[in-house]
Nanobody, 114 residues
Framework: QVQLVESGGGLVQAGGSLRLSCAAS????????MDWYRQAPGKQREWVAQ???????NYPDSVKGRFTISRDNAKDTVYLQMSSLKVEDTAVYYC????????WGQGTQVTVSS
């Protein structure tokens, strides 16, 4: 059974940094494409980063240059390093992978104060 467990969210001032973690189980992690999404109140879920099994990364323009996704295959964990945070980055952040269907973690709240 695929499980994704996020951690690392919290309250940070604008301009600050946070690192989110997502521990995965039930998948052959080193081959898995992993994503981070976020959802702000009243808005649709938004994709923010992707890393392939080979370590290739992709980002939307809204976070490019500020967010960095990485993975540790020895720990079955994917990370999201967020820097230069803005108030508009406030959201619940979700880890995601696909194995015949979408799998999501429970989410971790990130709140950026002005």
């Amino acid at each position: 059974q695929v499980q994704l467990v996020e951690s690392g969210g919290g309250l940070v001032q604008a301009g600050g940094s946070l690192r989110l973690s997502c521990a995965a189980s039930g998948i052959f992690f080193s081959l898995a494409v992993m994503d981070w999404y976020r959802q702000a109140p009243g808005k649709q879920r938004e994709w923010v980063a992707q890393i392939t099994g080979g370590g290739n990364t992709n980002y939307p323009d809204s976070v490019k240059g500020r967010f960095t996704i990485s993975r540790d295959n020895a720990k079955d964990t994917v990370y999201l390093q967020m820097s230069s945070l803005k108030v508009e980055d406030t959201a619940v952040y979700y880890c995601h992978t696909w194995r015949g269907r979408d799998f999501w973690g429970q989410g971790t709240q990130v709140t950026v104060s002005s």
